[in-house]
């Protein structure tokens, strides 16, 4: 039934599209100027014979309004045809780059996103593109710090700073022109892992080769390896939820700073060179298979000594920075690393890097000899037992990570080969002699306090001038004079009594004026020398006080026993006659 309508339907069209074609062809051959079916007819055609009245209609509003709305009724039919037209385009687009096009993929967290995100945003590849994402960078605090008149006090002194904004590609798909190729970036698939989103990133090129990609990615990197140049990138240990999770690194990036260089480290030149050539050495290309040929572990282990502040630390970090290494720190003292986590750590550093672990004497290492003898006065003593202190409890006191624990991380079967590993003490004495055995610590570095020298040395990086930093250089008279400076100063500072820190913490409170500094001097040595005195005074009273109150417990904890036994012995004679009465 349904079908009958519509043939009649299609028939009624064509009947009447049949008329007027054959009445024009009729007139046209008695009158050549009448006017045939154009195309544009056809539609109003159609909708008059659907719509009956609609010619009409339009012909009134044509008279009327002057508006005619057959074009009106084009141009959406063009547009719809458009949006098709459109459709097909995409889907011929995506099995064009299905076919021809090569695809890297990479995840937000990896290393390589922040690489492409910083390159895009130096390239301004998101510029581009008609929806961007935007970020705000950090304000550039350093710049502020150098003005003569930073105010700290005043908060509008940080918010004044010109901030930037950094534009970065969008999160949906974004094509980009580069070197006359285009290249298309999109995000996929966001998992949430851990509380953190991760995403998957595409970056593909229509081409029959994966040659443009490669070479897009060797700028990319060439672009980040510029800027490392000049950086140390620096890593911490995650924190605990994120060190037991499958999905991550152990190991957290924590920031990124500009290399410091050797000469800011001050330390006898003779050992500087002689650490920086074994370094360079071990990091020389044959090293690794001279190594292996003689089946030994390719390893290097420094082991920095010297008081508090006197640039061991600071030596760590030059020296990633002069052989383009990354620096992962680990304190021992931190307790949330256990045993496992350490291996963990360790199992998961990268090839070629510099692994920094902190104080090691204060790091509470539970020694070997230290539990067995702890265990055994436990057995034994009646007066730790009357303390009420159980064995573990001991233990515990002694350190979450134990000696063996330590060695076996250090140079056990899965200790990464290629990397250099610095511990640092300020108590050399206190350490268990099998942590530094060779072959564990290959080179040891003393670090000491200021001699004059040093300060000399160290009032000259404070004030020197450098030419890069926009600032001109030193004339030969400012230069003479800087030298005169640097020799007054040097010569108030007594030899070994401070440590590089504390004096370099007096001359940043003259950061720019090294007179005032050298003025001040005299003052702050005897003030802080006067301070010192009066912390040692306290820390020996306390240690005193300490002494005394142990010496008393142990008296008493003596009395309670000697009069134990007294009463054992007597309630002993009192049984014993008890029993003789009886
Ligand atoms: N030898 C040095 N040369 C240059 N700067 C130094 C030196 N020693 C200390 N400093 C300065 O003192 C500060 C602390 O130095 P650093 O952390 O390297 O000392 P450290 O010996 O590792 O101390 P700690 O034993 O307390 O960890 C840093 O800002 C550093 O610039």
Not at 98 to 121: G, H, I, L, N, V
Not at 219 to 227: C, N, R, T
Not at 295 to 310: A, N, W
Request: charge should be neutral; aromatic fraction near 8%; proline fraction near 4%.
């Amino acid at each position: 039934m349904r079908k009958h309508s519509s043939d009649n339907f299609m028939a009624g069209i064509l009947d009447s599209l049949a008329q007027t074609s054959k009445g024009s062809s009729a007139n046209s051959s008695a009158n050549s100027s009448a006017p045939t079916m154009s195309a544009a007819q056809i539609l109003p055609r159609m909708l008059d014979f659907v719509l009956p009245g609609y010619g009409f209609i339009s012909n009134s509003i044509l008279d009327f309004l002057g508006l005619d709305i057959n074009l009106l009724l084009y141009a959406v039919l063009g547009f719809v045809m458009l949006i098709q037209l459109r459709r097909v385009f995409d889907s011929a687009t995506d099995m064009l780059l299905d076919r021809c096009t090569y695809s890297f993929t990479f995840d937000s967290e990896s290393s390589m996103y922040k690489q492409f995100t910083d390159w895009a945003s130096k390239v301004g590849i998101g510029l581009g593109a008609r929806s961007v994402r935007i970020d705000i960078k950090d304000p550039d605090i350093n710049s502020l710090l150098s003005l003569k008149d930073f105010n700290p006090l005043s908060n509008d002194a940080i918010r004044s700073l010109p901030r930037k904004l950094e534009i970065l590609p969008a999160y949906q798909g974004h094509w980009f022109w580069y070197k006359g190729r285009p290249y298309r970036f999109a995000h996929g698939k966001r998992e949430k892992k851990e509380g953190n989103d991760i995403i998957e990133a595409t970056l593909s090129c229509i081409s029959l080769s994966s040659q443009p990609l490669t070479n897009l990615f060797a700028d990319i990197l060439s672009v980040a390896h510029q800027e490392e140049i000049s950086k140390t990138y620096i890593f911490w240990p995650a924190n605990k939820q994120r060190r037991a999770s499958e999905w991550h690194r152990p190991w957290k990036h924590i920031g990124t700073r500009q290399s410091r260089p050797i000469r800011t480290v001050i330390l006898d030149r003779a050992l500087k060179s002689k650490v920086l050539w074994d370094i360079a050495e071990f990091l020389d290309k044959d090293t690794a298979s001279w190594y292996s040929d003689r089946g030994l572990p390719y390893r290097r282990g420094y082991l920095f000594v010297g008081p508090p502040g006197t640039g061991k630390t600071s030596l760590s970090f030059a020296i990633a920075g002069v052989f383009q290494l990354d620096i992962y720190v680990l304190s021992l003292q931190d307790i949330s690393i256990s045993e496992n986590d350490l291996m963990a750590l360790f199992n998961s550093l990268p090839s070629r890097c510099v692994v920094v672990l902190e104080d090691i004497d204060s790091a509470g290492i539970k020694n070997r000899g230290t539990i067995t003898k702890l265990k055994t006065t436990n057995e034994s003593s009646s007066a730790t037992r009357s303390s009420g202190r159980k064995s573990n409890e001991n233990d515990e006191d002694e350190g979450h990570i134990s000696l063996s624990g330590l060695l076996n991380v250090i140079d056990g079967i899965a200790s990464k080969e290629g990397r250099i590993l610095v511990m640092t003490t300020n108590a050399l004495e206190s350490l268990d002699p099998a942590l530094i055995r060779p072959g564990r610590i290959d080179l040891t570095i003393e670090f000491q306090l200021l001699s004059k020298q040093d300060a000399w040395d160290l009032f000259d990086i404070m004030y020197q001038k450098k030419p890069s930093n926009n600032v001109q250089p030193q004339s030969e008279k400012e230069s003479s004079l800087s030298e005169e400076l640097a020799a007054q100063f040097a010569e108030h500072i007594p030899n070994k009594v401070f440590s590089p820190a504390e004096v370099q913490g007096y001359l940043l409170t003259h950061k720019h004026d090294p007179e005032a500094a050298v003025k001040g001097v005299q003052a702050w040595i005897e003030e802080t020398l006067e301070k010192k005195r009066l912390d040692e005074e306290k820390r020996k009273e306390a240690e005193e006080a300490k002494k005394t109150a142990s010496e008393e417990l142990e008296k008493s904890e003596a009395k309670e026993s000697t009069s134990t036994t007294a009463n054992e012995k007597t309630e002993g004679n009192i049984v014993s006659k008890t029993k003789t009465g009886s």
